[in-house]
């Protein structure tokens, strides 16, 4: 078995070492003071991965200090989010930021949160829900190797414990798949997680065995030896056509002897006796007269293309075409494509379903398969859009449930994502609950900075698509499998935040209110309702977050605060529940129909009647609103 142990490490000069010895005590110091004053954090899990920050930051990473954002850098991802103080330290000691602002880490004012997150220039992606930060590295190591060509590595520090996580294997398949030996894992193996030992303590083979099985290039050392970290380093800078992960043994708690190895103090900081104690061993190991440590800054191999972005054209549909929006998703996807050089494709191995083909035959260079790994597809397009890529990764929208985690930490750092989940609801026909996506719209709807658009045909997707590449910030496209005739012209106009009216007369005595396959349905409605003599207005709510509240609330007061939603959705959270909260400063009586129950297998048709969305249903419930209205005294 070939393990780095350090049999092979090379001469490095003394005064490195202590440079670096130097540099990792001034971390430990900084963040035993910055926790202590806080009164809560991690100040254990930071004494674990000093040695190997330190080394990272005065040694190994070109990166420019003043200009954390510069395209050149190297990138740096802090996975063991709550290990942030030492994050921050380190930027303190490299002259980025004042070492006095670590006295304000966690309060509230203060950008220096519990866990990192952007609202700092050196932090790209939000980390602290464990298992995250190689996903995202992954898609920052694609960006330069393959899309900007730049020479800049990405180094990826997790903690053992998340290595549990099933996240970071699936990143760990496609990293190595991609051959990526751009990009660098570092896993502090410090052996004891928050509540006991992690699942494999110090074995350090069965890392070794784990990681080589997924095409890494593995080295195991000891994370407290300087010499072996720099070795480790240079060694991971020559390997060629796949991505290297430094297995570091490392002691919790590691310089201050009485916290060493030591259980349960995951999370706890020192008290006032215990700070001093430690404070004062780790200045007695403070070295003297040390050279002063530079941060390298390298220019980048060649400057990545100046990219380009300008207008999506009209469609060019038919008044007689009947097309899903999943096609015309990936059509009008296709053709932001040779128009916007920065919008990037991902796929969760359904291209052909979610018509995400189209771009990557068009663009392969600007397509990665992601395969069924989609908590891993939400976090490469993370790094993507951290690196200044407009990435839209697409799937089933019932799969992205799977990967909710990424998306709350993605809407976290407002990130530049964009989603799109195809076959939502029970419209999808005979496939059966397992494939409907029936709460994909309040899942995405709860993100503070999400925002969600159902667009009903081929016209209203192709706008969706442009609006949501030129949109800064997180984007939901729901789509829907069935194919859907097409209801405007090419030139139609659509707006995030908006809504259209189809059908209004001045004598509509109920407000319908849908989106997608149900629209459609509603339209059905209203030409059986008016044979009927009953007139009722039908809009097309294409925008759910942000919502047409002005428009919703004018055409409520017309019809006399009587409003009926209808939607292919569960009933809590969905299209009717963002309609109600945006009329309820106003006496409008909401009425819903939604999807109440698990569904089943059966023809489209069957399922909408069968679940109480369809047209007949919306006549019934109209006939019940206004019946109950007339008989009120």
Request: proline residues 5%.
């Amino acid at each position: 078995m070939s393990i780095f142990i350090g049999d092979n490490v090379e001469a490095v000069s003394e005064t490195l070492i202590r440079g670096l010895r130097h540099k990792a005590t001034q971390l430990r110091i900084h963040s035993v003071q910055a926790t202590s004053n806080a009164g809560s954090g991690h100040p254990t899990s930071c004494c674990s991965a000093a040695d190997i920050v330190a080394t990272l930051f005065f040694h190994v990473l070109h990166h420019d200090v003043k200009d954390p954002k510069n395209v050149a850098n190297d990138r740096f991802i802090l996975s063991k989010g709550h290990a942030a103080p030492l994050l921050y330290a380190a930027w303190a000691e490299a002259g980025f930021l004042d070492p006095e602002d670590l006295r304000q880490l966690r309060q509230i004012d203060s950008d220096l949160e519990g866990h990192p997150t952007p609202r700092l220039p050196f932090v790209q992606v939000p980390t602290g829900s464990l298992g995250q930060g190689l996903s995202a590295g992954v898609g920052m190591a694609l960006n330069a190797k393959y899309l900007d060509h730049l020479s800049a590595r990405t180094y990826v520090l997790l903690g053992d414990g998340e290595c549990t996580e099933g996240s970071v294997w699936e990143a760990a398949e496609i990293a190595s798949h991609y051959q990526l030996d751009n990009l660098c894992a570092i896993v502090d193996i410090n052996r004891l997680g928050q509540s006991g030992p992690t699942i494999h303590e110090h074995h350090m083979e069965a890392y070794h065995d784990r990681w080589a099985a997924c095409g890494w290039h593995p080295m195991v050392i000891d994370g407290h030896d300087l010499h072996e970290l720099v070795n480790a380093f240079q060694e991971a800078a020559t390997i060629e056509n796949q991505p290297s992960v430094i297995l570091a043994k490392t002691r919790k708690g590691a310089g201050i002897s009485f916290l060493e190895d030591q259980p349960g103090r995951h999370g706890k900081v020192l008290n006032d006796d215990e700070t001093e104690k430690a404070l004062q061993e780790l200045r007695s190991q403070l070295e003297t007269n040390v050279p002063e440590m530079r941060v390298e800054m390298h220019s980048p191999s060649s400057a990545p293309p100046r990219p380009t972005n300008h207008a999506l054209p009209f469609p060019e549909y038919e008044q007689t075409d009947a097309v899903a929006t999943r096609e015309a998703f990936g059509a009008a996807l296709q053709e932001l494509g040779k128009h916007n050089s920065s919008v990037v494709a991902l796929d969760g191995d359904v291209k052909n379903s979610t018509h995400v083909k189209k771009f990557a035959e068009s663009h392969p260079k600007r397509f990665f398969e992601q395969f069924i790994a989609e908590q891993n597809m939400v976090g490469v397009a993370m790094g993507l859009a951290s690196s200044g890529k407009v990435p839209f990764a697409s799937t089933f929208a019932c799969f992205l449930t799977r990967a909710y985690d990424f998306i709350r930490m993605a809407a976290i750092g407002h990130s530049n994502i964009k989603l799109m989940g195809s076959h939502a609801g029970i419209s999808i026909g005979e496939d059966g609950p397992s494939q409907m996506g029936l709460e994909d719209i309040a899942m995405m709807a709860a993100q503070p900075n999400m925002t969600v658009l159902y667009p009903s045909d081929a016209v209203c997707t192709h706008w969706a698509v442009g609006a949501a590449a030129g949109h800064d910030g997180p984007v939901y496209i729901r789509t829907t499998r069935p194919k859907t005739p097409i209801l405007y012209h090419n030139q139609e106009s659509f707006r995030i935040g908006g809504s259209k009216v189809l059908r209004e007369n001045e004598a509509d005595v109920v407000t319908l209110v849908t989106a997608g396959i149900t629209l459609f349905e509603a339209l059905a409605a209203y030409d059986e309702l008016r044979q009927q003599g009953i007139f009722v207005r039908v809009i097309d709510l294409y925008s759910i977050k942000p919502i047409d509240q002005e428009a919703l609330l004018e055409h409520g007061r017309i019809t006399e605060g009587r409003m009926l939603t209808i939607e292919d959705h569960y009933e809590h959270g969905g299209l009717g529940d963002a309609v109600l909260k945006a009329v309820s400063k106003e006496c409008i009586r909401v009425h819903g129909l939604a999807v109440r129950a698990i569904p089943r297998s059966g023809k489209s048709e069957v399922l909408l009647d069968r679940f109480g969305i369809n047209a007949q249903a919306i006549i019934e419930k109209v006939h019940d609103m206004i019946g109950a209205t007339s008989e009120t005294p």
